[in-house]
């Protein structure tokens, strides 16, 4: 599976970004996927993820983003989203998407295995 995310950039404080992350190779449908990301200085970090349950999934975030950031999946187009809103200054880092094909689930507790190259986004004051 080859994951290529777009949608990074420089955005103000407060407003808003939509990130994507295209798969390629094979169907990510029925894998955990989800969001990281790495700022400068820091380790990389759980953003969202999601889990299948039946027919549909749910979703995890971290406590930094729930309520302003959304992931969804379109496992019709092999797309990962993560929209971002009220963002902050401490929201810039590199957002990678990032695939369980040994799981259903991606969580923070968990090693994905597979990475897309990541995209940079900016927030500023």
């Known amino acids: 599976v080859q994951l290529v995310e777009s949608g990074g950039g420089l955005v103000q404080a407060e407003g808003s970004l939509r990130l994507s992350c295209a798969a390629s190779?094979?169907?990510?449908?029925?894998?955990?996927m989800g969001w990281f990301r790495q700022a400068p200085g820091k380790e990389r970090e759980f953003v969202a993820g999601t889990k299948w349950i039946g027919t549909t999934y749910s979703a995890s975030y971290a406590d930094s983003v729930r309520g302003r950031f959304t992931i969804s999946r379109d496992d019709a187009e092999n797309t990962l989203y993560l929209s971002m809103k009220s963002l902050k200054v401490e929201d810039t880092a590199v957002y990678y998407c990032?695939?369980?094909?040994?799981?259903?689930?991606?969580?923070?507790?968990?090693?994905?295995?597979?990475w897309g190259q990541g995209t940079q986004v900016t927030v500023s004051s």
């Open positions: 990032a695939a369980a094909s040994y799981s259903a689930r991606l969580g923070a507790d968990q090693q994905p295995d597979y």
């Open positions: 190779g094979r169907t990510f449908s029925g894998y955990g």
